[in-house]
């Protein structure tokens, strides 16, 4: 098998976890609340990736890791996976996963509204055109495709998953400034990020004895949503001769989780989810193409 086989293996099953976590997320929180879902999957996601990092052979690397490594952690972690989640998790809390998911999808365009302040980049027409087709959808998502009653059907959790694509966004902006090991800086930012979310559960009712089938989605999430799909992708561009090619296997994720959640989750996909979901696609595409012109 030449590489670049390799990189398409390694991207699909990236896209496949990364198409069931909507309904993982939908089904988990059934039996559990926002911040013990949070809680169980960071736990289950830092002993994975010690794990990963010790069959890597990086553990020195980890044991090693000094003061100003774990302060650059102490940020990523707050970040990613505390606040991102965090958010996330109330989002989907409020929405249908079939509203919830797409509306996230949009942290590729949230990305170059805040690549300008941050990063002294410059919008172009073809961005200009991606944000207002891309956002356009959000809206028709989120009216259910009544576009001219201007009502919401949850405003508090349109705006948590919109919020999540900015704490996404920030979280690779600052992380393109990252020299760590990719694996190892996730499990010291997972470490980190253990505290803050332990400190919250307590806070926020404390510890309980949960239902088996909510640890069981937790472990779900924690392994393959914050683990197994990152060291995937990063398996994928190690091998593939082209970082395009293995970025458009990411278009396939929202459609195969649109039907995952009519199965899974018992949703009626609604036609606005869909319709709302090929503008956010164009729009993202359109700016994928300006950037190669």
């Known amino acids: ?171 690779w902006i600052f992380n393109t400034k990252d020299g760590r090991d990719p694996v190892v800086g996730l499990c010291m930012n997972f470490v980190i990020s253990l505290g803050f979310v332990s400190l919250l559960l307590w806070f926020d009712g404390g510890f309980r004895l949960i239902p088996l089938k909510g640890f069981a989605g937790a472990l779900y999430v924690g392994c393959f949503e914050m683990g197994i799909s990152f060291v995937l992708w990063l398996q994928a561009l190690k091998y593939t001769n082209s970082t395009a090619k293995i970025a458009n296997l990411i278009f396939l994720s929202p459609f195969i989780s649109l039907i995952l959640i009519h199965l899974l989750v018992g949703e009626e996909i609604m036609p606005s989810s869909l319709i709302g979901l090929i503008f956010i696609i164009g729009g993202i595409s359109v700016q994928s193409f300006g950037k190669k012109t």
Not at 59 to 85: D, E, I, K
């Open 1 to 171: 098998m030449n590489n670049q086989l390799k990189a398409y293996g390694f991207g699909l099953g990236a896209v496949l976890i990364w198409s069931t976590v909507a309904s993982a997320f939908k089904l988990s929180l059934r039996y559990l609340s926002p911040t013990e879902l949070l809680f169980y999957s960071v736990l289950c996601s830092t002993c994975l990736l010690m794990v990963i990092v010790l069959l890597q052979g990086k553990l020195r690397l980890l044991m090693r890791a000094g003061g100003n490594q774990w302060r650059v952690s102490f940020l990523f972690g707050l970040l990613n996976p505390f606040l991102y989640y965090t958010v996330l998790f109330r989002a989907y809390d409020l929405l249908p996963a079939q509203q919830a998911q797409p509306i996230n999808f949009t942290w590729a365009i949230t990305l170059s509204l805040l690549a300008v302040p941050l990063l002294g980049q410059k919008l172009n027409r073809y961005d200009l055109i991606a944000i207002f087709t891309s956002y356009f959808g959000v809206y028709i998502i989120s009216t259910n495709g009544e576009l001219f009653s201007f009502r919401f059907e949850n405003m508090s959790g349109v705006i948590l998953a919109l919020s999540s694509t900015v704490i996404w966004a920030l979280y």
